[in-house]
């Protein structure tokens, strides 16, 4: 009896198991790119939403579609979903989302877009642009990058208006930090880079971001002064020993960023400070094994490290640029993780431990590198491959990890394939999109 215990228990487990976002065969890639996204047998995707859809604030969703925010508030049942738009005037549209349980379809309850351009809002940040990445905060907000940092204060300040992180509250679609004064405000003490993404540990104060330039490819470390508060805390920048990206070892350094002028100028400060230059940093993430993992895209790798507080060890490259044998539906296969001008792009774990890798520059696809990865036995998936001219840009998973949220970025507007979606509506992937992926 023990024993048909233990078997029936294992075969739940399984069963779990199976369900979970992140088990797949992974798909065999094409020879030609399709207009439509290519999934595993296994998976399947909802519409949601589309640039120039209309909102219920009487706003259209805006152009080029990145980072997708989920933050829930019923768990996987109800939350909100921010999805950032990476265009001159840069915006983000909320919107309340619900899951019928029965039909397993995510239903828009109420959406708009977040004041960025009122007259009180713009005397007090001016402007926003290109917002690329972000994160979601365990206390229920949203951050979004600037990625571009173009010298200028329209607004007579001190600050430069451009090339900040800048927390958003999906509930009241207001900018979350303010002065004393009541102003709304950037997230100045956080320095000015070509940012992309955050990630911040679970004591609410320790941050990680980097530098998206080819020039600067910095890696930072803030450390907020209270939890749950990035207005105000301590900066530091990544310099590895010998200034070589393959060393093992590191040290923070600290960066001033008291005045507006420091703030200003984070990158010079940590170019002279010698920070070591990672070609181009899109994303960082804290894996469940508490390392931190790091994209330089201009190189196509995926970096992991160990901090310890003052330093850093351990440090090499999880995922290089090379190819990888794929166990497709169709047999092994080599794929080269890397082509074209950039490589790995967002990043994002799930459940089990997987590393979910968006690439972006000509090899647009989405690739699962799994916990048991290393060189002597690589463990890389091909997840999907995206339609024509489409980036799959920053990813989140409702909290049971069942359900991915995605935007797929400026496909080509020539595409005229219609695919439909799990409810059976018709999609053209000509221009942003933003989707739902679940095993069917």
Request: proline share 3%; with cysteine.
């Amino acid at each position: 009896m023990k024993y048909i215990y233990i078997l029936l228990l294992s075969g739940l487990v399984n069963l779990l198991i199976g369900q979970n976002i992140g088990s797949f065969t992974s798909i065999a890639p094409s020879s030609t790119r399709q207009d439509t996204i290519t999934l595993p047998s296994t998976h399947q995707f909802q519409y949601l939403i589309k640039t120039g859809d209309s909102l219920l604030d009487g706003r259209k969703l805006g152009k080029t579609l990145d980072f997708t925010g989920y933050v829930p508030l019923n768990g996987s049942k109800e939350g909100y979903l921010s999805i950032s738009s990476e265009i001159d005037q840069a915006e983000a549209a909320i919107l309340k989302i619900n899951l019928n349980e029965e039909s397993k379809t995510w239903n828009i309850s109420l959406s708009g877009k977040v004041d960025f351009y009122s007259p009180a809002v713009r005397e007090a940040i001016y402007t926003t642009t290109n917002f690329c990445s972000g994160t979601v905060t365990s206390w229920g907000t949203v951050v979004v990058g600037e990625e571009r940092d173009f010298k200028g204060d329209k607004n007579n300040d001190g600050y430069d208006d451009i090339g900040w992180l800048i927390e958003l509250d999906p509930k009241t679609w207001q900018i979350a930090t303010k002065n004393k004064k009541g102003q709304v405000q950037k997230l100045w003490a956080m320095g000015r880079v070509q940012h992309e993404n955050v990630c911040i540990n679970k004591d609410q104060k320790t941050c990680y971001y980097g530098a998206d330039s080819r020039t600067w490819g910095y890696v930072y470390k803030f450390i907020a002064t209270k939890p749950g508060d990035l207005s105000a805390g301590e900066l530091y920048v990544l310099k590895m020993d010998s200034n070589n990206v393959k060393s093992k070892h590191g040290v923070w350094v600290k960066v001033a960023n008291k005045t507006k002028d420091e703030r200003n100028n984070t990158n010079k400060i940590a170019e002279n400070l010698g920070a070591t230059h990672f070609k181009g940093v899109e994303d960082v993430e804290i894996g469940p094994d508490g390392k931190i993992y790091f994209t330089a895209k201009y190189s196509g790798r995926v970096y992991r490290f160990s901090d310890l507080g003052k330093e850093i060890t351990d440090s090499e490259i999880y995922v290089d640029d090379q190819e990888y044998p794929i166990k497709t539906k169709d047999g092994l296969k080599m794929l080269d993780f890397h082509t074209g001008e950039t490589g790995a792009d967002n990043l994002a774990f799930d459940g089990e431990g997987n590393l979910w890798v968006m690439n972006d520059g000509g090899n647009d696809g989405i690739w699962v590198v799994r916990p048991n990865h290393n060189k002597s036995n690589p463990q890389v998936e091909l997840f999907a491959e995206t339609p024509v001219g489409c980036e799959p840009t920053g990813i989140t998973f409702s909290p049971d990890y069942k359900y991915l949220f995605l935007s797929l970025q400026h496909p080509s507007a020539k595409n005229n394939i219609a695919q439909k979606d799990k409810n059976g509506k018709l999609v053209v992937f000509n221009t942003s999109h933003t989707i739902v992926i679940s095993r069917k």
